[in-house]
């Protein structure tokens, strides 16, 4: 079986259910693969969507994707990385619903893939304003009107923080220090009924990494399936996730069966770390 044929095999077999139904769910980080997934996911299962990236137009098509499903969808173009468009989002987001249930924060950049001691300081800098204190302003920003929801924050993650090998250090440390700030908000945020939890995803068979292992292929000289086995193999499952199961475990934490769930990371994996 082919590796497109093997994620497809399980993802098609999903029937959603209304575990959403009317909520607001704020995803950041709108975009392919797994931006898409979570925001069609979460659509399917009754959410109204606020949707935030740089790109206008790419919030259009995610919103047009939303609205085939039957739900509201709010486009906000949002440099994260800036105070005042934050604000701006907030407001917007809390204006046209009266409510957020969920704020998702999604958007990540990836430093250069060095030794953590060969990357220049500024391009640390740059990743962080993205991968850390972006997600620590939304979430302090949205905290009331998550406090009056008793809603939650996912944190999306990634197995990196488990990894410690060179070429992923610069990413890991944005990663490590993520999982730490979630956990802290966890606890300050906890008295006011918000839940705070993270999703480690490994690789996800999505268009980003299927062309990264492309590349792969290319530079050792063999097809695209002989990467894909050697990513899946340390996995229980001997297969990768696709986005749409990533977005799924994702949207659990998000929904009336995690209530009691806060401060943890859920890794979706197919079992390759286990804790």
């Keep these: 079986m082919s590796a497109a044929a093997q994620v497809s095999a399980f993802v098609d ?6 575990l959403l139904q009317d909520k607001v769910i704020v995803v950041s980080g709108v975009g392919p693969g797994l931006g898409r997934s979570l925001v069609e996911e979460a659509a399917r299962m009754g959410a109204d969507l606020v949707l935030v990236s740089r790109t206008p137009q790419r919030l259009e098509t995610m919103a047009e994707l939303v609205r085939l499903h039957g739900r509201k969808a709010l486009t906000v173009p949002t440099d994260i990385t800036d105070e005042e468009a934050r604000l701006a989002l907030v407001e ?5 619903f009266g409510r957020v249930d969920c704020l998702i924060n999604n958007a990540f950049a990836i430093p250069p893939m060095n030794p953590i001691s060969q990357i ?4 640390l800098r740059t990743v962080n304003e993205t991968n850390v204190f972006a997600p620590l302003r ?6 009331d009107a998550l406090a009056a929801s008793h809603g939650s924050i996912i944190m999306l993650n990634s197995c990196v923080q488990f990894d410690s090998e060179p070429v992923y250090s610069g990413y890991k440390l944005s990663k490590g220090t993520l999982a730490h700030l979630a956990s802290s908000l966890a606890t300050e945020l906890g008295p006011r009924g918000i839940r705070v939890n993270s999703v ?5 068979y999505e268009d980003l990494n299927k062309a990264y292992f492309d590349w792969l292929a290319s530079q050792a000289g063999v097809t695209h399936e002989e990467i894909y086995r050697q990513k899946a193999a340390p996995t229980d499952l001997q297969r990768l996730a696709g986005p749409e ?5 994702t949207l659990f934490l998000a929904s009336d069966l995690a209530s009691a769930v806060t401060g943890q990371t859920l890794t979706v994996d197919c079992g390759e770390y286990h804790s």
């Design 200 to 204: 480690a995803p490994s690789y996800i």
């Design 138 to 143: 939304l979430s302090t920003l949205f905290a």
């Design 13 to 18: 077999t999903y029937r959603p259910v209304p």
């Design 120 to 123: 220049d300081l500024a391009a």
């Design 245 to 249: 199961e990533v977005a799924r475990a």
């Design 92 to 96: 917007r987001a809390v204006a046209e």
